[in-house]
């Protein structure tokens, strides 16, 4: 059973789209997250949601908005996409409560903006 | 705040070589320091972890990591690297800010590995 899911894998699209990026994970976490890596393999975080309550928003362009249905899902939309928002977007998901408790990470999602 | 640097943008061993990951952190507190793997066109596996006790942390895959606070330090090390651990390795740094806990990672170390 996969742990944490993302789809889609790949999703190519043109500049000034508007895309969505799906997250679920079935480990019965509280905290889900979703990272930037760019092309120098840097990864930076973006969101954290914990009990469908946003936590973290890390100076991220307001094209990017999360969205938590449940605890198991955190979905990424992204709006008007512009070149620069080409990466790989991780997802990841934690059970809070112990501080050493570590992150469980997605696959990831490939976009690339034409 | 947090920060973690990792020296080495490349390594490249020999298959069977040892090998060892360079990772420096800044935290005020106690760090709790991860260790992580990506193969090509995957997501990141942990290898180890370390929050207290042993200084010395036992991995999968072979691996282990040397916490050392002296030199604020968490180092990497395999003693005989197979072809397979071709991949970027990435160290974290775990911890709170401003009643947030998050990670912080370094930039990685991409190792290629010699037949």
């Known amino acids: 059973d996969t742990a944490v899911s993302q789809t889609p894998k790949y999703l190519v699209t043109q500049m000034g789209n508007d895309k969505s990026i799906k997250c679920e994970q079935n480990?019965?976490?509280?905290?889900m997250y979703w990272y930037k890596q760019d092309s120098k393999k840097f990864l930076k975080i973006m969101f954290s949601?914990?009990?469908?309550?946003?936590?973290i928003n890390e100076t991220v362009p307001n094209r990017f908005s999360p969205k938590s249905p449940d605890k198991a899902h955190l979905n990424l939309h992204i709006n008007s996409l512009e070149l620069g928002d080409s990466a790989v977007y991780f997802c990841?998901?934690?059970?809070?409560?112990?501080?050493?408790?570590?992150?469980?990470f997605g696959p990831g999602t490939r976009l690339t903006v034409l | 705040a947090q920060s973690v640097t990792q020296p080495d943008i490349h390594i490249t061993v020999s298959e069977g070589a040892s090998l060892e990951l360079r990772c420096n952190y800044s935290?005020?507190?106690?760090?709790?320091l991860f260790w992580y793997v990506q193969s090509p066109g995957q997501g990141l596996q942990l290898l180890l972890k370390?929050?207290?006790?042993?200084?010395l942390v036992q991995g999968i895959k072979g691996f282990e990591a040397e916490f050392k606070r002296s030199q604020s330090s968490f180092n990497l090390r395999k003693p005989s690297v197979h072809w397979s651990d071709a991949a970027e390795y990435f160290c974290?740094?775990?911890?709170?800010?401003?009643?947030?806990?998050?990670?912080?990672f370094g930039t990685g170390t991409r190792l290629k590995v010699l037949a």
């Open positions: 949601y914990n009990n469908k309550e946003l936590i």
């Open positions: 935290y005020g507190a106690t760090p709790y």
């Open positions: 974290a740094v775990g911890g709170t800010t401003s009643g947030t806990y998050k990670y912080i």
């Open positions: 480990l019965g976490h509280d905290t």
């Open positions: 990841a998901s934690r059970r809070q409560g112990g501080i050493a408790n570590e992150q469980f």
């Open positions: 370390y929050f207290s006790g042993d200084t």
